[in-house]
């Protein structure tokens, strides 16, 4: 008999609906329970692939005699991380400040008003390793509540006040200098790990945010170190364990030093955000590899993780058959097999594969950088490609990990802004038509009376939109407006500013909250300012506001930014590793932003101007054009209001470009190579 759950869209949620604990999900009936029987909240948040929370659910929540005591003594209530990222902002803090540590799958004790008063992470049924059995824990907490209820609500206050403290614990400076960037730089040099890439020396995870930021560092410091941290974690990363040689795509995170052992789940977040870095690497130093490396990611996200309607799925699990990373894994024996003599040789070449293994007796594919070695990717001299597809074709034979199918907007917006970027570098359309073809299926959900939503999946919206949402939005807005110069895009952006700015932004307080005003009550408002595996919706709104505010000459967002980044800017010089999207954002304000207009009667010339942008990287730069210029006196007053196009009319069967920093522009040109020379010559000029 299935319990509650099975009502949920969410597929983390609806793989405990068979479950024998009396789950209820994350509303008003569970907290009613609760008072009515007199019993605590068990909240437990997860997500569909995450590896501890299927053990715990195999060990506890599959227990009959576990689920009694659970059903017993409390209202269980289960959350999707992903989906309520509200929910699992408040609670992990709670947990983080009762413990000093955090993680999934989250058990948290509430009282029946939703404060949280006891919690940690997995717990094993039987006490093991210093932590007491999850049933011994389960009947102390109940018993706690019983006999010393008022000790515990006076807990519970206090932990709710302390947490609503930490998350407003920034002190505002106006003193935006570019010594803070320095001093990232330097914190970041000092946490290198000089011999394998990637930031510490064991659990790793990609950090894309601050190699971005390295990149733009290096733009304006080429001699400086930062390129070459950048080389060696991207040659590194992409050459492990961590990256799937076979299918493409990378892997969360790495359990060891040298991005051999991955923890084998994949997100769609990494691969926005990491096939987005490698692009942009190939953009600076021209290395086909790291372009190769980006659309072999582009071809997983297409091949595995892309619906009909061009919306994409939200990750994919590490387990499959009940164990870890079986289906990325071969023994010796099983490649010497699948492979002929010549075909195992070329790979034996190509990869470093051992008898023992290197993960429970099997080889993870991976190879030694040394210059000459590049895998399937980049290898012109050896053509593996009929190895890497047979070894595919074999691997179909096994039974995949669970895919979690659910669309995410932030997430969809973020691949999407990756495949424009593909786009622009390489010029094939096809990577903007899968950029298109999302954002439209997006916008049709959006237009269907949901407005900004966070989630989707069977054609249920899971939950309203979340700041994370109508930035990474607004951001897709502009960058496609720059990708098809087509106006309408930029009217869309600027009314979802007007939203994002009436929902989330408090003047009062001068911040933004992860929340809109009219959202459900919680017993805080969060509103996280750190960037974890995802830009925070914060540093993504200001990136988004800043790049809007010089569109259409907007003071009020303009002080907005001005405001997020005095109240970051010293902890994120301090702490780079949490807040690397917002240096990026630090660095946007700081340094000069190229202003591009242009105008054109015609498609063809125009894009060959915008595409001037794109021979160098700038990120530094804003973008403002229409391929479809009328004199009629509609089209007119659209177009004027915009600044950078107002009164600017092009020649006859010509595209037009004007570049201008704060307005003052440079004489117009109307030819590709005089607007490469003027953009070469502003990029040179802030080099140090």
Request: glycine share 6%; aromatic share 12%.
């Amino acid at each position: 008999m299935t319990n509650r759950l099975s009502k949920e869209s969410s597929p983390y949620l609806l793989q405990h609906k068979n479950n024998p604990v009396d789950w209820f999900a994350w509303g008003e009936e569970a907290f009613q329970a609760a008072k009515s029987r007199d019993v605590p909240i068990l909240l437990s948040i997860g997500y569909s692939s995450c590896h501890w929370c299927h053990v715990m659910e195999q060990e506890s929540f599959e227990s009959e005699q576990i689920a009694n005591v659970m059903n017993d003594n409390f209202v269980s209530v289960k959350v999707d991380r992903e989906e309520r990222p509200d929910i699992d902002s408040i609670y992990m803090s709670a947990v983080q400040s009762m413990t000093g540590q955090g993680g999934w799958p989250l058990t948290v004790f509430l009282t029946s008003d939703g404060l949280p008063f006891f919690g940690g992470t997995y717990y094993p049924p039987e006490p093991r390793g210093g932590m007491p059995g999850f049933s011994q824990l389960l009947l102390a907490i109940a018993d706690a509540y019983k006999n010393r209820r008022d000790e515990i609500k006076d807990s519970a206050s206090y932990l709710r006040d302390h947490i609503n403290q930490s998350a407003d614990n920034s002190s505002a400076d106006n003193n935006l200098e570019d010594q803070l960037l320095e001093k990232a730089y330097q914190q970041l040099l000092s946490q290198q790990d000089e011999e394998s890439g990637g930031f510490g020396h064991s659990i790793k995870f990609p950090q894309s945010m601050a190699l971005e930021f390295l990149l733009r560092y290096h733009q304006k410091h080429p001699d400086s170190q930062a390129l070459e941290i950048v080389e060696l974690s991207l040659q590194k990363m992409a050459s492990g364990g961590i990256y799937d040689q076979l299918g493409g795509g990378f892997h969360r995170y790495s359990t060891d030093k040298n991005w051999l052992v991955p923890h084998f789940e994949k997100m769609l977040y990494d691969n926005a955000l990491l096939s987005r870095l490698y692009l942009h690497a190939y953009s600076i130093t021209g290395k086909t590899f790291y372009l190769d490396v980006a659309e072999d990611i582009f071809q997983y996200i297409d091949n595995e993780m892309t619906g009909n309607d061009g919306l994409f799925y939200s990750a994919q699990d590490a387990d499959s058959d009940g164990e870890e990373g079986i289906y990325y894994v071969w023994s010796y024996e099983e490649l010497n097999q699948v492979l002929d003599e010549q075909e195992f040789k070329q790979l034996q070449s190509a990869f470093n594969l051992s008898t023992r293994g290197v993960f429970e007796g099997k080889n993870i594919l991976h190879y030694t950088t040394d210059g000459t070695r590049f895998g399937f990717l980049g290898s012109a001299k050896l053509n593996l490609q009929p190895i890497r597809v047979k070894l595919l074709e074999q691997r179909e034979f096994r039974n995949k990990p669970f895919r979690d199918e659910k669309n995410l907007l932030s997430w969809n917006a973020l691949m999407s802004l990756s495949f424009i970027d593909g786009y622009f570098i390489t010029k094939d359309a096809k990577w903007l038509d899968k950029a298109l073809l999302n954002t439209n299926s997006l916008l049709q959900i959006l237009n269907t009376d949901y407005g900004v939503f966070h989630s989707y999946k069977s054609g249920k919206v899971g939950s309203y939109g979340y700041l994370e949402d109508y930035a990474a939005l607004l951001l897709l807005m502009l960058s496609l407006h720059e990708a098809t110069l087509d106006l309408d895009w930029l009217s869309r952006a600027v009314v979802l500013a007007e939203s994002l700015v009436e929902l989330f932004w408090d003047s009062h307080e001068s911040r933004l909250y992860d929340t809109p005003h009219n959202g459900e009550t919680l017993i805080i408002r969060p509103g996280e300012t750190y960037d974890n595996a995802t830009p925070s919706g914060a540093s993504m709104a200001a990136e988004g506001l800043y790049k809007l505010s010089i569109i259409i000459d907007n003071s009020q967002y303009r002080n907005i930014v001005i405001s997020l980044l005095g109240s970051i800017s010293n902890i994120a010089s301090e702490h780079p590793i949490s807040f690397s999207n917002w240096l990026c954002a630090l660095d946007s304000f700081l340094y000069p932003t190229l202003e591009i207009a242009v105008v054109s009667e015609g498609r063809e010339n125009a894009m060959k101007m915008r595409d001037c942008l794109f021979e160098s990287y700038i990120p530094n730069h804003i973008f403002c054009g229409n391929a479809y210029f009328s004199r009629s006196e509609k089209i007119r007053n659209k177009w004027d209001t915009y600044p950078l196009l107002a009164e600017r009319e092009p020649e006859s069967n010509k595209a037009t470009a004007f570049l201008c920093e704060n307005y003052a522009c440079e004489l117009p040109v109307s030819s590709p190579e005089e607007f490469l020379d003027l953009i070469r010559e502003k990029i040179n000029q802030v080099k140090k």
